[in-house]
């Protein structure tokens, strides 16, 4: 069975600050993909990132980056610089690697409120 | 591009009645899915389709039934609401047959439907 799990259900932080996000994973597939999704204030699901479990390269895009550990089963995202537009729920999710369908498994989310 | 729309946006519903919420979309997507969400469960698959005239159920399929008459539609019926339905449902799509990379393509999702029973 799939499971993803996101121990921090809400973290505050005031503006600038860096702030990082856990994720840990269950599989026991050997390969599998990994997505971080953002759900603002406004409700709608934004893709951030995927990663397959075969490229363990971190990754940066903008004020945002990925740190992958196959070792921990863990995909972490640090917001840097935090900023007020950051203010989201945050999912992390596992596809598993022979998922004909798709589909994703998700944790239960990370709310996190940037204030000014 | 529209991408997902989902309709209606909100709803109330009495235990007991019925409706069905449509979802389509614009992308040529062979996959769909309904999610629902709930405060700290983050999103559970409710039933998905890989393609039309086909549907399988998901994590939570219990009281909910779906049809895929169309590739552009993926509908989901509550034959008889119970207040422990109420939440905020999800479509999504993936999966354009032919394009690279379409086997592990991110979901695309629609803005959810309020649902509230009581």
């Known amino acids: 069975a799939q499971k993803v799990t996101q121990a921090q259900t809400e973290i505050s932080v005031v503006e600038k600050e860096d702030v990082t996000l856990d994720c840990v994973y269950e599989?026991?597939?050997?390969?599998?993909?990994l997505f971080w999704y953002k759900q603002p204030p406004s409700g709608e699901l934004v893709f951030l990132i995927r990663r397959n479990s075969f490229d363990e390269q971190n990754e940066i895009s903008g004020r945002y980056s990925w740190n992958f550990q196959k070792s921990t089963s863990s995909f972490n995202f640090t917001i840097t610089a935090s900023q007020v537009v950051d203010s989201a729920v945050y999912f992390c999710?596992?596809?598993?690697?022979?998922?004909?369908?798709?589909?994703?498994?998700f944790g239960g989310g990370t709310r996190l409120m940037v204030k000014p | 591009n529209a991408g997902v729309t989902q309709t209606p946006k909100f709803r109330v519903l009495k235990t007991g009645q019925s409706m069905t919420l449509l979802c389509a979309q614009d992308?040529?997507?062979?996959?769909m899915y309904w999610y629902r969400q709930d405060p700290g469960m983050g999103l559970r698959l409710i039933h998905y389709s890989v393609g039309e005239g086909t549907t399988a159920k998901g994590e939570v399929p219990d009281g909910y039934n779906v049809s895929r008459l169309k590739k552009q539609n993926f509908l989901l019926g509550l034959e008889s609401a119970a207040p422990s339905q109420t939440s905020v449902y999800f479509c999504?799509?993936?999966?354009?047959?032919?394009?690279?990379?379409?086997?592990?393509?991110?979901?695309?999702f629609g803005n959810g439907t309020r649902l509230t029973v009581t």
């Open positions: 599989t026991r597939d050997t390969t599998y993909y």
């Open positions: 992308m040529n997507h062979e996959y």
């Open positions: 999710a596992l596809r598993r690697g022979n998922n004909a369908g798709n589909m994703l498994t």
């Open positions: 999504a799509s993936s999966f354009e047959q032919g394009a690279s990379s379409s086997y592990n393509s991110p979901l695309h």
